[in-house]
């Protein structure tokens, strides 16, 4: 299987590893996947609640190539966009971004709900309801 | 001077010999001849290197020459061996007693015989891969026919007790199957100090050609037969009809001849270069062998680097190391190893795993070079990892509650 060299990129140079202080209340956490499905992703995001812009994001993935450069994809993207464009950011966009494979389709599923996961830990914090997302749709 | 990329991967398959492709060479042009054309010497040179080469084989492994069929391989070895004995001895019974880390070629036919009407148990294997011998005996029942129970496992390495296996069959008067694949060449197997009927193996995986291998059948105390799969013209007495792969014979018997010689050196020389492999990344933390140390092949390791993902960890090196994973990212079926999770291991550990197969051809500079490739990615990869970070934090990973996709 060979590898785009977007994914590689990200993978030598992954943008954004680390870790944001999960106690303030400006920061989202998401936390998606699970040992046994071989992916889990943690992004975070900080936001500027008087602009609702995300103002940080980092991330850490334990995951094959695909599932960290889905990651790393998102902490770029989600720098600088409000919190309602993050909302809009669709798996497919990073199937497209990184010329993902069908078998590989799954970790952009997974980046996308890591991204709504970690709005919902910001809102729920700051005494807004979670929003409910249906099932992603897989192409 | 390393040349890239470096070749760890042979149990998956070996280079071949380049003194093996030397005696296949002759047989692609000028000595061409089917070995069953009886009448002109294009045949009868053909009949004898054939016939070279089979005394070559059984003398690897103590048999006699008559005893060896040539097939196209252990897969085709595996499926004449169980549905042969199925059905020339279903006047005796219709059970096979086999195991869950078998070899795909072994459990899918043992499914195919399930759906002839046939039976099957699989044993459970011990986390450290090796059978219950009171659980073999327990299974065995008035109506088993075979026993089937690899030599030594291809993912961990594990080497069967298959002189006590053999040893409760003739006890019940069972035949004894073993796919001894991954043994044969590496380590000594003798047909009959191991107490075995009937044996597959096959040439790609002793630095000899690939599509060409060998079903050992016992003739005599007991005499063994397997009704053949491949019917035609009658080769291989009756039990695997279709023209004889000569060039690929050729050289299948000239590997055979060379682990004979070479195999004590190689031996030594292989498992002191997996050893240093191993102790050098076992000092990585959380590092974990899988499958038993003490009976296991001498140049095989199977390692989990917890918290960090197989498929990404060969990323960090494919381009320069040949290695492969049980990690679910890197199969096809996107499912974890089935050996690895027979051991018991949590998927999370079937994920994180690399397989090491060393080989005649693996030196010292090339282990050197993979240890500190595979130490550094492994840091890497754990600087990235969000397990890796809540396990240094002292969370317990079992108590978290994973959104599940």
């Known amino acids: ?139 | 001077m390393l040349k890239f990329p470096i070749y760890l991967d042979n149990n998956a398959t070996t280079p071949m010999d380049p003194r093996v492709f030397e005696a296949m060479k002759p047989y692609f042009l000028e000595h061409f001849g089917n070995a069953a054309s009886r009448n002109h010497s294009f045949g009868w040179e053909a009949e004898e290197a054939v016939s070279y080469a089979r005394e070559q084989v059984a003398k690897l492994i103590g048999a006699d020459e008559k005893e060896i069929i040539f097939t196209s391989g252990a897969t085709e070895g595996d499926n004449l061996a169980i549905k042969g004995v199925f059905e020339m001895y279903a006047s005796k019974g219709n059970h096979i007693i086999t195991a869950t880390t078998e070899h795909k070629a072994v459990l899918d036919t043992c499914k195919h015989i399930e759906k002839l009407g046939g039976e099957v148990t699989y044993l459970q294997v011990q986390p450290d891969g090796l059978i219950d011998l009171k659980a073999l005996e327990a299974a065995i029942r008035p109506t088993t026919i075979l026993i089937a129970i690899m030599y030594a496992n291809n993912e961990i390495g594990t080497v069967m007790p298959i002189r006590e296996i053999s040893a409760i069959a003739r006890k019940h008067g069972v035949l004894v199957f073993t796919d001894a694949t991954q043994a044969v060449g590496k380590i000594p197997v003798d047909v009959n100090k191991d107490g075995i009927d009937i044996m597959a193996f096959s040439g790609h995986k002793m630095y000899g050609p690939k599509g060409v291998g060998a079903l050992y059948v016992r003739r005599k105390n007991p005499r063994v037969k397997v009704t053949a799969q491949m019917d035609g013209g009658g080769h291989e007495r009756g039990m695997r009809s279709g023209t004889l792969n000569v060039p690929g014979i050729v050289g299948f018997g000239a590997a055979c001849e060379l682990c004979r010689l070479d195999m004590e050196e190689d031996t030594k020389r292989i498992s002191k270069l997996r050893d240093k492999l191993e102790t050098e990344l076992m000092k990585l933390e959380e590092a974990y062998i899988n499958g038993s140390t003490e009976h296991r092949l001498p140049h095989v390791a199977n390692i989990s680097f917890k918290h960090v993902e197989g498929e990404g960890l060969l990323m960090g090196f494919n381009k320069n190391i040949a290695l492969s994973s049980g990690s679910a990212c890197t199969s096809a079926s996107l499912e974890p190893s089935y050996v690895l999770k027979a051991l018991g291991l949590g998927d999370d550990l079937a994920h994180s795993s690399l397989r090491f197969g060393l080989g005649r051809f693996t030196t010292e500079e090339q282990i050197d070079y993979t240890i500190k490739a595979i130490s550094e990615t492994v840091l890497k990869l754990r600087e990235m990892s969000p397990l890796w970070e809540m396990y240094k934090e002292g969370i317990d990973l079992n108590s978290i509650e994973w959104a599940h996709h």
Not at chain 1, 56 to 63: H, L, S, Y
């Open chain 1, 1 to 139: 299987m060979a590898y785009s060299e977007k994914v590689i990129d990200h993978y030598q140079n992954p943008k954004n590893v680390g870790t944001l202080d999960k106690s303030k209340k400006n920061v989202g956490t998401g936390l998606v996947g699970a040992p046994e499905c071989g992916d889990v992703m943690r992004l975070q995001i900080e936001v500027d609640d008087a602009t609702g812009m995300i103002t940080d994001a980092k991330f850490k993935t334990f995951g094959c190539g695909s599932a960290i450069a889905s990651s790393s994809l998102a902490t770029e993207w989600l720098k600088g966009k409000s919190i309602t464009d993050a909302l809009a950011v669709d798996n497919m966009d990073f199937v497209e971004e990184l010329n993902l494979p069908p078998v590989k389709i799954h970790c952009s599923v997974l980046a996308e709900d890591a991204i709504k996961a970690a709005i919902n830990d910001y809102r729920v914090k700051n005494g807004l309801e979670a929003i409910k997302f249906d099932e992603s749709v897989v192409h």
